[in-house]
């Protein structure tokens, strides 16, 4: 192997944090060889470059924490990044019910939804969805939602 596709691939990941499955792909489009591509993945997860282990928990909760989504759109965002299930329920375990629950109902809150009728119920429920809030979840965020506002 030649240091080319090593110094490829670090400056790949000084610019943006990558999944091995990322970092395969944008090494296979700037025509790196398969065989120089496994040597520079194993030397790179041997150094810790790559960890998709890790690069899940780290995504996970900056979703949650940043952005407000849930379980089932973190789940999908990684399975687009080429993480493994494994990883990703890893990364997800942490999280209770009770946690998702609680960051709806903030989410609805901080945005200003207080669910008062039909339409705004409706429009907080597609929120949460698109959030990947399961909907059952959701349901009972928004609720929860409604109640607060009654109560205030």
């Known amino acids: 192997m030649t240091d080319e596709p090593y110094e490829l691939a670090l400056s790949a990941l000084s610019h943006k944090e990558r999944t ?7 090494l296979a489009g700037r025509e790196v060889s398969e065989a120089e591509i496994e040597e520079v993945i194993a030397l790179l997860m041997e150094a810790g470059a790559i ?15 940043l952005a407000g ?20 329920e890893a990364a997800l375990e942490g999280e209770d019910d009770q946690a998702q629950l609680r960051r709806a109902v903030v989410l609805l809150w901080d945005r200003g939804m207080s669910c008062e009728d039909e339409r705004q119920r409706e429009r907080a429920l597609g929120l949460l969805v698109r959030r990947g809030y399961p909907l059952e979840l959701a349901y009972e965020a928004v609720r929860r939602a409604e109640r607060l506002a009654d109560a205030a």
């Not at 091995?20 to 944008?26: G, I, M, S």
């Not at 960890?51 to 924490?65: P, Q």
């Not at 989504?69 to 494994?86: F, H, N, P």
């Open 69 to 88: 989504w849930g379980a089932d759109r973190i789940s999908a965002a990684l399975e687009s990044r080429g993480v493994s299930r494994g990883h990703i």
């Open 20 to 26: 091995e499955a990322e970092l395969r792909a944008w």
């Open 51 to 65: 960890d998709d282990a890790s690069f899940a928990r780290r995504y996970a909760e900056d979703k949650r924490t």
